[in-house]
């Protein structure tokens, strides 16, 4: 934690919003999931053979770490089924349905007792991306983009009450917002448009060379990340908001932590030194003296709890 105390913020200060995407902001679900499981059907990029065989291995990894066995075999099942609609030119049909399909099991598992991010996921974390590492190796970087602009246009969708928040927030202050967030940067920027016109993205770095992926990448670390832009962006105070474990980084570089319960229940782990408080325990004007962190619950609406974070801190948005 940057500060001693989570005091208001000054008039003509520059503020950093750092914002984690997939059970954060994106409550129930994963950006990048929904984004991979898509983009055959949703896209004008080639896929076909090997390359659509991993971009399946790649999902399969996700429901194998979710559901054991039963569950990976029912998601390439669903994967199945999809590809016969796409042969026969309903592959639009086929994406809504499979995105539906993801967000109703997603918010499912978002009601049950938050496990926390343990070895396997980071595991499970890593085999994905290396596995899509290998879907992207040779492919050019525009066309890429492109298509995963035509998926987050198409398929991909922000809690109203975010965006309308975060909006009000940025017309009232001098806020830098920012999706810090493991999802690879090309599938973030995307979505960060949908979130706001001015919101921009940072994530885990593919490497191109001459245009092209080489299927190499760099994992962000996301502490670093906000300390170089509170630098590069001359910002005098930064709020974090994060529900994993591999948010705590960020903790440590903000003034201030809102702790999302989500995926992960990075509230559980934060240090003891912390002085965490409850949202609940929010009032309007004020927030307790030296609050290093705020919990919010899972029923919470995190736009709600950023809203009245900010007027505590002195900037209002009515």
């Known amino acids: 934690m940057v500060s001693a105390s989570a005091g208001p913020i000054a008039d003509g200060d520059r503020v950093g919003l750092c914002l984690d995407v997939d059970g954060t902001i994106h409550r129930h679900g994963s950006i990048f999931v929904e984004s991979l499981a898509v983009l055959p059907y949703a896209s004008d990029l080639p896929i076909e053979g090997r390359e659509r065989e991993l971009l399946t291995e790649a999902l399969g990894t996700v429901a194998a770490y979710a559901g054991q066995d039963q569950s990976r075999r029912r998601w390439l099942g669903a994967l199945r089924v999809c590809d016969v609609f796409d042969r ?158 591999n948010d705590l980084p960020m903790a440590a570089a903000a003034d201030l932590f809102v702790a999302v319960a989500g995926r992960g229940n990075v509230g559980d782990d934060l240090p003891s030194d912390y002085r965490t408080i409850e949202a609940s325990e929010i009032r309007p004007g004020k927030l307790p003296s030296g609050t290093d962190a705020i919990r919010v619950p899972q029923a919470t609406s995190l736009a709600d709890v950023l809203e009245t974070t900010f007027g505590a801190l002195g900037i209002e948005t009515n």
């Open 88 to 245: 026969v030119g309903l592959g639009s049909a086929a994406a809504r349905a499979l995105v539906r399909l993801i967000r109703y099991r997603a918010k499912r598992a978002s009601g049950a007792p938050a496990t926390g991010e343990t070895e396997g996921y980071r595991d499970m974390q890593r085999r994905i991306l290396d596995q899509y590492g290998a879907f992207l190796e040779g492919r050019r970087r525009d066309r890429t983009e492109r298509a995963f602009e035509q998926v987050a246009s198409s398929h991909l969708r922000v809690d109203p009450s975010i965006r309308e928040t975060l909006a009000a927030l940025t017309a009232a202050a001098d806020i830098d917002v920012v999706l810090v967030t493991d999802v690879p940067t090309h599938i973030a920027r995307p979505y960060a448009g949908l979130v706001g016109a001015d919101v921009s993205a940072v994530g885990t770095d593919f490497e191109t060379v001459e245009g092209r992926f080489t299927g190499d990448y760099t994992f962000i670390k996301k502490g670093a990340e906000v300390e170089r832009m509170r630098a590069e962006r001359g910002w005098d105070y930064v709020l974090a908001a994060g529900d994993s474990a």
